[in-house]
């Protein structure tokens, strides 16, 4: 038997597992989306299968992945970041640190750990218009003020409010306060 053909039965059949099961399909279950009968799932998933061309893209289009996704070695790609490497921002004086926690842009999604010290306060940017912001206090308790409003966000609580308008995080304790800023930017052309 061609190893080759050896190496990319070995891939499709742990591929194919991984994605029947991450998606909660039976083999029966992907066989009726796919079109197949469910002894050729079977085959395909032992590593003995030999798939046609139009098998696999009929499997590809079921579970919406390219061809050679199926067929290729799964790679992972993690990427940790050391605390030193992490970009912050300092602002008011050095009494507020903004800490860009994606090591990769998103699109329309950003998030910070922003972190201010006794008696200090940062007036947040207001987003463009739809944009949901979302603040989880991790340490000690923030005072938000959106338009006018005060809420007082303790440890552990989450807030949620509308992006767009103006809004101003303060820390009004004796210690230091810690929290986690989530930006869902509405998806341009929306």
């Known amino acids: ?31 009726k989306l796919v079109g197949l009968p469910r002894s050729t799932i079977a085959n395909l998933e032992s590593g003995e299968g030999n798939p046609s061309l139009t098998n696999l893209a009929r499997l590809s289009a079921a579970l919406h992945i390219p061809i050679d996704k199926l067929l290729t070695p799964q790679t992972i790609v993690c990427k940790l970041m050391s605390a030193e490497d992490i970009p912050v921002q300092v602002r008011s004086q050095g009494a507020v640190q903004i800490f860009k926690l994606l090591p990769d842009a998103l699109p329309n999604m950003n998030i910070e750990r922003i972190e201010i010290e006794e008696g200090a306060q940062m007036k947040g940017t207001p987003h463009a218009s739809g944009t949901k912001e979302y603040f989880h206090c991790i340490q000690g308790e923030m005072t938000v003020v959106v338009l006018g409003q005060s809420y007082v966000v ?21 210690t230091k306060a810690i929290g986690v800023s989530i930006v869902v930017l509405t ?4």
């Open 154 to 174: 303790k440890k552990g609580d989450v807030l949620a409010f509308p992006g767009e308008v103006n809004h101003i995080y303060s820390n009004k304790s004796k």
């Open 1 to 31: 038997m061609d190893k080759d053909f050896v190496v990319f039965s070995q891939n499709l059949a742990h591929n194919l597992i991984e994605l029947r099961q991450r998606r909660n399909l039976t083999q029966d279950s992907l066989a």
């Open 187 to 190: 998806p341009i052309g929306v």
